[in-house]
């Protein structure tokens, strides 16, 4: 590990402030310790932000807004979470551990890096650690890499769960800057394809901090998350799917559907919604979904099960949904 | 006094029986548990907080898979904060050592044979410094290209590791058989990722060298560290009073231990030298991978004629190991048509060694997924299959079983479960969205004994002190040497102090193949021997009339205290035990039986264990506590086996891809469910003096062959290659 500076920030806009000049953001420091030892992050500056005052959730316009310092446990612990969005304390407690959750942040779980085998290994190539120097997952071991939305340059998937009911939750990221405005982003938008720059994970610029999750007035329905991984807890998702459906007059009237492990961001696909929705519920109609989600899906050697496995719990998530009997 | 016990033939005396003091066998609880759980036991990494001017080496590992270091930059590091020294030393080791060598290893770090091999060392004054100058060191190689790293490999070449066992004619019963089964199966590498990492501190006094450090067996580890130093083995201070796991990973010295003497020397400083996470997957053991092919003939009543088991496994060159596939195969079942056959190919991957229960780890659950497959193809219910397959005779030595207790494990595992003997198909049982289904398996694993001393110390005060060099690597030691003394001594279990891991200590077995317990206390066992007879000799009676209870020695009508009798002054005695010609006399081993539950889920994949069975018959029992604990350890090692452990090697350059535990998935709680053990009584007069029998590694051999019988029968998928992961039993799966 690098010799690093350490300090407290005092205020929202002199974090933005460290990280325009080049500083880390430390929140419950799950992810980035772990890469400071492995000396994938560098950090010559580390801003200790767990003294500002974002820690709270609460009600605004209808909805919820979750400071980015809320705990993964303290949100899905949360009455109005548990009541009202469902899917997200869901997911929440299908990640990690309960160490992690008790450390882990909102706004830092949204930041999670991804846990490409070959990222955390230094003495691979990697474009997403080192741009340009090349992507060794494509000719190797790809198990756990994307299907959906992955380049030449970059087979990495985003590994959170958190983000992908906030994506089907259709929630923003509130972004402050240093001159204290702020921009909000919708989570769906927040993340990014690797494209030839897979270095980059999402949109936030430097001198720019979290400051909230802003969840939109609660969708009712069912809502579910569904993971699927190689043991029953500690293990990223070989395939996840958040899933909010209303049903009326036995018609699909609401269908937001997010992915997880498919892809270098929470994936969402709004033809996806589309055509669920107004429909009567089938396994006709599941299957069309699968086939609209997956169209372009393409598999990288071992992890070409991940196109008939999404397809499968697909319909089991969509018939849980719906009440069609498994 | 020394007193030896070799073990010729069957002790047919049952001494412990025989004792009055009642607590041998007991479910006592390990005396060094409190200090465990509350963090005040010292493992070695700990030693540096007592160890004034103690600094840090870490192991710089190469980065290719063959070749030769060309350059060591020290110029590249030297201006970092904390800096001490580049040490890439002759006399430093590339591998561990094979557990029981005795000797170093292979040595030569500068000529690379495996990717991860450690090269150097780097030394600074704090760890971080020290990581982050390792990882900076500039390093130059000529590397030899397309370096074989993969057994799949068509460049890799087998040969047979061992003479073959042929017998009779195995294909042509294959083809009179009523019901035969011709199948490949498969296992990935494992590693054993035993929670305390490899660590070491070492100190000079001139020249004696003083290393804490985390070691299974320090007879031999005293040898190795001092072959390789090239100094003589009394100079070689080894302490391992506690171990956070070592499942064979610790069995032989492992590369950091030589690499912090040497810096030590050099530098005259002591040195700390603690394995990344990373490391102890990339430089310390795997076990192999293994293919096997078992082709099982049987008549019209399931019974075998033919039985052949083949294995594929590989290893580094020069390495004299070879996972030890076939060592159940070998007397489990009969079959007068016979071929056991070991290959190996030489790859270059990190060295290949013993992980818990090499051989019937892996061997036995390939054979009892096939014998699944023979009970299908037969129509006979599994453990009616294996009820008609227990033999008389040793099916290729002329030598008895020693006591067996398979029936009685079947039977009695069976009852437990509720074993539905009923017609078996598969799919036929559906809760909600889950398969659900059961399966059982054969567990036997071979019995070993070593050479073993101890010392028993019976004080003038009446308690005692056991002391051997022999380890705790979590296994209940502790605990079982103090009851051993304390049965034959007539005294509170609370009253005898054990004192374990020091080489200051007389050389015990050490703690590997299951023969810490049996061995090291026979050992305890024969110098309490001794202390009896001179407890006679004071109290003026025969041995055999001499009662020892609660601290008393009774003779006829007198009663004395041991305090009394002693008048104030110690009796020692050292015990040592030889296995002798026992061990060639008898086939000798543990036995069980295993029965699960398990679902799995329709849409996914994913498997649940829903519940878990073990019957064990292991000889007498010693702790009834700790080798539950044991048979539960192995049992969870069956679920990693056989669902989630699979140690991924590169196909480029053959370095491990998940050298961590994110990635390398071993069970977790939520993997597993209650497991239920029941312990069946059993002396075995040929297992030990004691009646006893190993008890650490039968509980995985055979797990994973339950577990995925349980998943046929739940979802009609047989991948027949370990671990089952869900993408393996996806394109089985009927539609949804």
Known sequence: MRAFTYSRAEAV?????????????????????????????????????????????DEQDGGLRIGALVTNSACAADERIRRDYPVLARAILAGATFQLRNKATTGGNLCQRTRCYY????????????????????????????????????????????????????????IAAVDGSIRSVPVRAFHRLPGDTPERDNVLEPGEVITAVVLPSPAGGAQLYRKVRDRASY??????????????????????????????????????????????????LFDEAADVLLADARGYGANDFKIPMTKRVLKAVLREATGENA | MTRSLTMDEPDERNRLDAMAQGVIGKPLDRPEGPLKVSGSATYAAEYRYKIPGCVEGVLVTATIARGEVTLLDESSVRDLPGFIAVISDERMIARPAQGGAGESPVRKVREVQYYGQPIALVVAETFEQARHAAKHLKVEYREEPDALVDPADERATFEPFEDPTIQGDLEGSMRQAAHAVDVIYTTEGHNSAAMEPHASIAQWDGETLTLYSSLQMLRFNRKELADALGIEPEKVHLLSPYVGGGFGSKLGISPEGVAAAVAAIRLGRPVRVVMLRQQVFQCVMRRSETRQRLRLAADAEGRLIGFGHEAWVSNLPEEEFAEPVLQASEFLYPGENRVLDLQLARVHRVTAGSVRAPGEAVGMQALEAAMDELAEASGIDPVELRLRNIPERHPSEDIPYSSRKLEECLRSGAERFGWDKGPRRPCQRREGEWWIGSGMATATRVHNLNEAHARVTLRGDGTAEVASDMTDIGTGTYAVLGQIAAEMLGLDPAAVDVKLGDTAFPPGSGSGGSWGASSTGSAVFEACEGIREELARKLGCAEAGLTLKDGHAVSGNRKVPLADLLEGRDVEEIGHF?????????????????????????????????????????????????????CMGGMVWGIGSALTEDLVFDPRDGHIVNPDLAEYHLPVNLDVPHLDVLLV???????????????????????????ANAIYN???????????????LLPGLPEV
């Open chain 1, 235 to 284: 293990a990223f998702a070989l395939v996840s799917i958040a899933c909010v459906l209303g049903m009326e007059d036995g018609r699909i009237s609401h269908a937001s559907l997010a992915f997880g492990g498919l892809a270098h961001k929470p994936w969402h696909d709004e033809r996806v919604d589309a055509l669920l929705l107004g429909r009567e519920p089938s396994d006709a």
């Open chain 1, 13 to 57: 806009t002199h974090a933005a402030e460290q990280t325009r000049d080049g500083a880390r953001l430390i929140a419950g420091g799950t992810n980035l310790l772990d890469l400071m030892k492995l000396e994938i992050e560098r950090p010559d500056e580390l801003v200790d932000i767990n003294r500002l005052e974002l820690g709270t959730i």
């Open chain 2, 578 to 630: 030889k296995p002798g010609k026992i061990a060639e006399a008898f086939a000798a081993a543990m036995y069980g039986a295993f029965f699960t539950e398990v679902a799995v889920n329709a849409y996914s994949g994913e498997v649940r264990i829903r519940r878990f069975t073990g019957a064990f018959s292991l000889g007498r029992v010693l702790n009834e506590k700790t080798a539950t604990s044991q």
């Open chain 2, 681 to 707: 009584e059993e002396r075995d007069p040929a297992g030990s003096p004691l009646q006893s029998k190993g008890v650490g590694e039968l509980g995985i051999c055979g797990a994973a062959g339950a577990i």
């Open chain 2, 714 to 728: 739940a979802c009609g998928v047989r991948p027949r290659s370990f671990p089952i992961t869900p993408d393996k």
């Open chain 1, 119 to 174: 990222f955390y290994n230094r003495d691979q190539p990697c474009n997403k650690r080192e741009p340009g120097s090349g992507c060794s997952a494509l000719g190797g071991f790809n198990r756990i890499h994307a299907i959906l939305g992955a380049s030449e340059s970059c087979i990495a998937t985003y590994p959170g769960d958190m983000a992908v009911a906030l994506a089907a939750l259709d929630a923003k990221v509130e």
